[in-house]
T-cell receptor
Framework: AQTVTQSQPEMSVQEAETVTLSCTYD???????LFWYKQPPSRQMILVIRQEAYKQQNATENRFSVNFQKAAKSFSLKISDSQLGDTAMYFCAFMKWWGNKLVFGAGTILRVKS | ETGVTQTPRHLVMGMTNKKSLKCEQHLGHNAMYWYKQSAKKPLELMFV???????ENNSVPSRFSPECPNSSHLFLHLHTLQPEDSALYLC??????????????FGPGTRLTVL
């Protein structure tokens, strides 16, 4: 079975600074997908970024980028130029190559301070 | 309405009540999901429907009963719940239930409190 671990329950960052959220996972699969989802307070969870395990290049979406280390089974999220609207719970998630089941980590609460 | 909607947004029920949660997706997707989000626990997948057929039941107690009458609507019928069932119940949808290239789109959730 796959497991996803987010070791940082809460983090804070000053507006305009950079923050990195950690995620590790355990799997015996060789091909799979990894995701970061964002859940703002009282709002819907939305996809931030996703990475295919067979791609060596790290995914990037505007201010959000990942550091994918397949051998280490690590998938961290870097948020550059943090904004107040980035305040949310961030979930790391795993999905097998062929399947629809998302396995989530426990989440990291990120607070961006002005 | 666009995206994935859920009603009600908040629900308080007694342990002997029967209630239903509703989810509707306006995205033309073919797969729908129920997740449970408890405090300080990872999101747990409960059920998956693809083309109105249940394809996954993640060992959920029978007091939770899903129903998918068509590809746009998903219900979760609740009866004789326990206080530990109090949680945020999230609905999601994706284009297809059988390929992992599809992003899952989530609804806002129903905050359920069982007294």
């Amino acid at each position: 079975a796959q497991t996803v671990t987010q070791s940082q329950p809460e983090m804070s960052v000053q507006e305009a600074e950079t923050v990195t959220l950690s995620c590790t996972y355990d799997t015996s699969e060789n091909n799979y997908y990894l995701f970061w989802y964002k859940q703002p307070p009282s709002r819907q969870m939305i996809l931030v970024i996703r990475q295919e395990a067979y791609k060596q290049q790290n995914a990037t979406e505007n201010r959000f980028s990942v550091n994918f280390q397949k051998a280490a089974k690590s998938f961290s999220l870097k948020i550059s130029d943090s904004q107040l609207g980035d305040t949310a719970m961030y979930f790391c998630a795993f999905m097998k190559w062929w399947g629809n089941k998302l396995v989530f980590g426990a989440g990291t609460i990120l607070r961006v301070k002005s | 309405e666009t995206g994935v909607t859920q009603t009600p947004r908040h629900l308080v029920m007694g342990m002997t009540n029967k209630k239903s949660l509703k989810c509707e997706q306006h995205l033309g997707h073919n797969a729908m999901y129920w997740y449970k989000q408890s405090a300080k626990k990872p999101l747990e997948l409960m059920f998956v429907y693809s083309l109105e057929e249940r394809v996954e039941n993640n060992s959920v107690p029978s007091r939770f009963s899903p129903e998918c009458p068509n590809s746009s609507h998903l219900f979760l019928h609740l009866h004789t719940l326990q206080p530990e069932d109090s949680a945020l119940y999230l609905c999601a949808s994706s284009l297809s239930g059988y390929t992992s290239t599809d992003t899952q789109y989530f609804g806002p959730g129903t905050r359920l409190t069982v007294l």
